[in-house]
């Protein structure tokens, strides 16, 4: 039975229902096997989305307009620093005033509360394409990547070496809804928020997954499925990057952790990559390594949730 899910706005796994997670992952199975057929498909004729963008962005960006443009929409790239926002005109006057123009709004912003804010004011539906909190869109693509390399979700167990930002935070969500378990590996004093880990808790608990928060990396890929990881310096923590590498030196996903991996476990990293640091270059390059099938899958997914959305 489909889901209803216009006008919802997509700004956490965490809200979304099971059956919705599941329907975004279906229709973007459609999408992306029409687009291979090089099948035409305008569901969203007419129709525009503004991309504001406070950070910058390669995949988000391509993946999103070219997704709107091949669903017969229009995307329109709007640099935070050239709208009024920059000078002082705030979240819910921008979110009133784009919505008399637009159908469809995402937003890429350091804040959290940022988007919250756009989406409370917004009356047509906001994305959000990443904060410093959370990346749901990346995560959204990832689990649909694992299920078409594993064809199951549930059951599997994900281990996240590094850092514990917006990624770990959007793992921990996808996961729990989906019933992966789901393991955060980080060093002390860089552990996933615990808020967000209570919540992810919650979820989990209905699934009959697990999310474990632990420090040891060699433990960590122990019996994983997945192996996963990002940068160590988020974007706007640059200042505290040199500090990072020390903090995080232990944590870098090499061919000698993946020793300790199960043979067919698969290496996944949101990029931007650094390679030599989170991951070596040999891993990244590897046989285990899917991350680009990861960021083309952005493209299908995300033209799954604005076909359903807008
Ligand atoms: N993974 C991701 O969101 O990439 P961009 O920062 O290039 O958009
Ligand atoms: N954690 C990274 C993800 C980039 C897609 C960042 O926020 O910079």
Redesign the pocket.
């Known amino acids: 039975m489909a889901v209803n899910m216009k006008g919802k706005d997509i700004i956490s796994i965490h809200d979304l229902s099971r059956e919705e997670v599941d329907q975004i992952l279906g229709t973007a199975g459609i999408l992306k096997m029409k687009q291979k057929l090089g099948e035409i498909y305008h569901p969203l004729k007419g129709k525009s989305l503004g991309m504001i963008f406070q ?7 391509v993946s999103f307009e070219v997704g709107m443009w091949q669903l017969g929409g229009y995307a329109l790239f709007l640099s935070a620093a050239d709208l009024q926002l920059k000078r002082g005109e705030t979240i819910a006057d921008t979110a009133r005033n784009l919505s008399r123009y637009l159908d469809g709004i995402m937003i ?1 912003t350091y804040d959290h509360e940022d988007v919250v804010q756009m989406a409370k004011y917004s009356s047509v539906p906001v994305i959000n ?2 904060t410093d909190l959370l ?1 749901p ?2 995560v959204l693509a990832d689990l649909f990547t694992i299920l078409e390399k594993k064809r199951k979700l549930e059951g599997l167990k994900l281990a996240y070496i590094g850092d514990g930002n917006n990624m770990a935070h959007s793992l921990m969500f996808g996961g729990a809804k989906v019933g992966m378990h789901v393991v955060i590996c980080a060093p002390s004093g860089f552990e996933p928020d615990p808020e967000i880990t209570r919540l992810s808790r919650l979820d989990a608990a209905r699934t009959g997954s697990t999310i474990t928060i632990q420090d040891d990396p060699r433990a960590a890929v122990e019996t994983a499925d997945i192996i996963y990881t990002d940068v160590w310096t988020s ?1 706007g923590m640059e200042e505290e990057y040199e500090q990072r590498l020390k903090s995080f030196s232990r944590y870098q996903v090499n061919s000698e952790l993946l020793e300790k991996a199960k043979e067919d476990a698969l290496v996944m990293h ?3 990559a650094h390679r030599g640091e989170e991951i070596t270059d040999e891993v990244i390059e590897g046989h285990r390594s899917i991350v680009f099938d990861q ?1 083309e899958n ?1 493209l299908h997914v995300q033209k799954a949730i604005m076909a359903l959305i807008m």
């Not at 950070?55 to 960006?61: F, G, L, P, Q, V």
């Open positions: 950070k910058s962005s390669t995949r988000t960006r890429r394409g990443l990346h869109c990346q974007m949101c990029l931007p960021a952005r």
